[in-house]
């Protein structure tokens, strides 16, 4: 017999783990795996020894760490991610699929089997050294969260910031991680030199909500703190109502937003909820097991949006969907947004103070 409460009768993963702040409630082999594990009980009556699903991290050594895009629907063309996988564990992240590129589960293993990249501030450097680099703003967090918990051990989002500073390079940062409050000294200085800007994602005002779409998350009275700090230390901050997700946080869009401009946000934008690959049955499954009386409703006003699929990745449409429920939630906080002077484009990062430091053993430096 299996417990139900300590431990999981899902196939995929081994009975006798306990998972506990957890998003994801399988285990199963990313979409490139010819074979797949499951777990089936063999008749003994015993009681399994029961262990705790804990995170393992490893580490990757890249080539290169600035990543391009030709995306015509995202504000950036390049971006760093210190970290591949995520411990905040959001149920609902579109990063998940990428676990797959790496023989591992866009499930549990995406939350739980992290990979750290030590070297990315030395990489960055390098890259931003090369005579053929062209300065444009990078986005740190595009992919998982440079805050993330792993991040008060290894400093790499830090070690890089540090980097960007010492070229006068722009960077606009995305994270729930309270953690980035270590690093104001370095973001108010850069942004006091027009190149720094941060977005915090705010889901829901909901702690019990929050707790299960973001098991490893701050607390989002905890992230409305950190964009009180932000804006005191004169670093833009942008609110990020995101995702928003139909018949679950839809019905607090205004709140959301009043909330972040009492805590002095200067912007506000949104995304609704995408479900790509095998984002959508692991979503499936954690609203099967938390939200039954709504999982229908919610799965088809996503639906709606997307001509009968869980998720279209159509340009200029994959953030927002189209339909009348989608034009009702665009209308709802674009003039919540007006009405609390949140609708303003932030400044440009500037790009124009860009410059390349004297590196060690260079001979002007003997001057």
């Known amino acids: 017999m299996f417990h139900s409460l300590a431990m999981t009768e899902d196939p995929t993963i081994s009975p006798d783990l306990r998972i506990r702040a957890r998003g994801a409630r399988s285990n199963r082999a990313g979409r ?17 020894e029961e262990r705790p699903l804990r995170t393992h991290v490893s580490e990757e050594r890249p080539r290169r760490i600035i990543t391009y895009n030709r995306s015509p629907d995202l504000p950036f ?45 030395a990489r960055l450097e390098a890259e931003l050294r090369a005579r053929s680099y062209r300065v444009a703003p990078i986005a740190i967090g595009t992919n998982t969260d440079p805050y993330q918990p792993i991040e008060r051990e290894y400093g790499i989002t830090r070690r890089c910031l540090e980097v960007l500073s010492r070229f006068s390079h722009p960077v606009a940062i995305v994270t729930k991680g309270a953690l980035i409050e270590r690093d104001l000294d370095i973001l108010s200085d850069m942004a006091g030199r027009g190149l720094a800007r941060v ?17 490893r998350a701050p607390s989002p009275l905890r992230r409305l703190e ?66 039954p009386d709504r999982a229908g ?49 932030q400044p440009d ?19």
């Open 32 to 48: 490139f795996e010819t074979q797949a594990t499951g777990y089936v009980a063999d008749g003994w009556d015993r009681e399994p």
């Open 226 to 291: 950190t964009i009180r700090r932000l804006a005191i230390a004169g670093v833009p901050v942008r609110l990020m109502a995101s995702p928003v997700i139909p018949g679950l946080t839809d019905h607090e869009i205004e709140t959301l937003l009043e909330a972040g401009h009492e805590a002095g946000a200067g912007a506000a934008s949104w995304i609704m909820l995408r479900l790509p690959l095998e984002v959508s049955p692991l979503f499936r499954e954690w609203l099967a097991a938390y939200y």
């Open 297 to 345: 409703r919610v799965m088809n006003r996503l639906r709606e949006m997307h001509d009968g699929k869980d998720y279209s990745a159509d340009w200029h449409r994959r953030m927002r969907g189209q339909g009348v429920y989608a034009r009702m939630i665009a209308r709802r906080f674009d003039l919540a947004a007006r009405r609390l002077g949140l609708d303003a484009a």
């Open 77 to 121: 063309d390049r971006s760093v991610n210190p970290y591949r996988g995520c411990e905040h564990g959001c149920i609902y992240c579109f990063a998940r699929p990428t676990h797959a590129y790496l023989g591992l589960s866009p499930g549990l293993d995406f939350e739980t089997r992290l990979i750290a990249r030590p070297e990315a501030p």
């Open 349 to 367: 990062l500037r790009c124009d103070l860009f410059e390349v430091p004297l590196a060690r053993g260079d001979q002007l430096a003997l001057f």
């Open 199 to 215: 977005g915090i994602s705010v889901t829901t005002l909901d702690a019990d909500l929050a707790r299960r779409l973001e098991p």
